[in-house]
């Protein structure tokens, strides 16, 4: 069973650009999370999508959102892009016969902001 | 959905050693999750225990799990090098609710 894919890896934007990235769950998974990581405030909560719709929502400005598809692949988009965006975003799926909640990690995008 | 705050921060242990590190949380839970995280990469889930259980193992993981004082530890026997990451716990609420993870413990283990 294939894993979690996040693409792309790595980018680098420049600030006020705007950046997509997408992932794509474990076959079956109908949830995906979005996580930021930075060195400063640790391992974020963005926002999970669940069969198309924004399950829950965490704590960030209106220039990140997302969407999920009826394959339940998933995009972030960040718009305006600022220094303090650069950071690795990771996105996790959940799902399956389980009641447990056991999220699935992607490696990861690596963004840059110049 | 709450966070967990794990204890120490940083760890630093002889190869061989035994790593034992702590997560506490604030209000009752369904189970709860720790994950690990090598450098720059995505965290892998570990193992879970649920409210119910006090203990439980994985090969040379063991877990505990104190309801009553709102805490768990992950011990990790017989430490190799390639058991250096982040720890991160994560208390669960209801299957649904988001997982949030906080700052985790730095584990390295020195040759």
């Known amino acids: 069973k294939a894993g979690v894919t996040q693409t792309p890896r790595y980018l680098i934007k420049t600030r006020g650009q705007q950046v997509t990235l997408s992932c794509s769950p474990i076959?079956?998974?109908?949830?995906v999370s979005w996580y930021q990581q930075t060195p400063g405030q640790g391992l974020q909560f963005l926002f999970e999508?669940?069969?198309?719709?924004?399950?829950n929502k965490g704590n960030f400005p209106g220039r990140f959102s997302g969407r999920q598809f009826s394959n339940s692949r998933s995009e972030m988009n960040v718009s305006t892009l600022e220094l303090g965006d650069s950071a690795l975003y990771l996105c996790?799926?959940?799902?399956?016969?389980?009641?447990?909640?056991?999220?699935?990690f992607g490696e990861g995008s690596r963004l840059t902001v110049l | 959905s709450q966070q967990g705050e794990e204890d120490p921060q940083a760890l630093s242990i002889q190869e061989g050693e035994n790593a034992t590190m702590n997560c506490s949380y604030k209000?009752?839970?369904?189970?709860l999750q720790w994950y690990r995280q090598n450098s720059g990469r995505g965290l892998v889930h570990l193992i879970l225990?649920?409210?119910?259980?006090r203990e439980k193992h994985s090969g040379r993981l063991r877990v505990t799990l104190d309801t009553s004082k709102k805490s768990s530890s992950l011990l990790i026997t017989a430490s190799r090098a390639a058991d250096t990451a982040s720890y991160f716990c994560?208390?669960?609420?209801?299957?649904?609710?988001?997982?949030?993870f906080g700052k985790g413990t730095r584990l390295h283990i020195l040759p």
């Open positions: 996790a799926s959940k799902g399956g016969n389980t009641n447990t909640g056991e999220l699935f």
């Open positions: 076959s079956g998974h109908r949830s």
């Open positions: 999508y669940f069969s198309e719709t924004q399950r």
């Open positions: 209000t009752s839970i369904n189970n």
């Open positions: 225990i649920r409210s119910n259980e």
């Open positions: 994560a208390p669960g609420g209801n299957r649904d609710d988001k997982i949030i």
